[in-house]
């Protein structure tokens, strides 16, 4: 319970502000709360099962906060990563199918819509994952299609030096 203590006046001391002090509430549920007592508004809540709220009662995570976080970094610990993409057996998707199910559904497959992101947020670690899986899914086929105009630029070259023959032997046979 110390330790508790000593956290909580920590963040009694980070949140304090002006002549306004917060106060300690220890509610009948075992959770902790902090407050402004200059507007009697909650600042910090911690549920018994150790979960911390900033600005919001009831946090159902370890860390809830309503409002915008500020950080020089953020680190998240995936269980996977993209780079299967680039394993042999991985089927990418051709870019005409793609299309089609981008005019029917409007977002790229396996990327979640504008209504499910405003009705239930996104996971930044899996999102990124997904956004790199995007990335490298172009890349392939950038690779893809450099081949095919090298190829096109090969036989483009192939197919002038021909018209230039049968041009210029054209141009002798008529003489």
Avoid at 85 to 92: G, K, N, Q, S, T
């Amino acid at each position: 319970m110390k330790r508790i203590l000593l956290s909580l006046s920590t963040l009694i001391i980070l949140s304090s502000c002006g002549a306004q002090s917060p106060a300690i509430s220890t509610n009948t549920d075992g959770s902790v709360t902090i407050f402004n007592t200059g507007n009697n508004s909650q600042i910090v809540t911690i549920s018994p099962s150790g979960n911390v709220g900033i600005g919001k009662a009831n946090p159902t995570d370890k860390l809830e906060v309503n409002g915008q976080i500020h950080a020089k970094s953020v680190k998240v610990d995936l269980q996977e990563w993209a780079d299967f993409v680039f394993e042999e057996e991985y089927d990418l998707i051709r870019l005409p199918e793609i299309e089609t199910y981008i005019k029917t559904h409007g977002h790229l497959p396996e990327i979640p819509s504008e209504v499910q992101v405003l009705a239930e947020g996104i996971d930044l670690g899996k999102m990124n994952r997904l956004l790199l899986q995007k990335v490298e899914e172009l890349t392939l086929h950038l690779i893809a299609k450099e081949k095919e105009i090298t190829t096109l630029q090969k036989q483009s070259i192939a197919i002038d030096k021909r018209l230039q023959i049968l041009e210029s032997s054209s141009i002798h046979s008529d003489k």
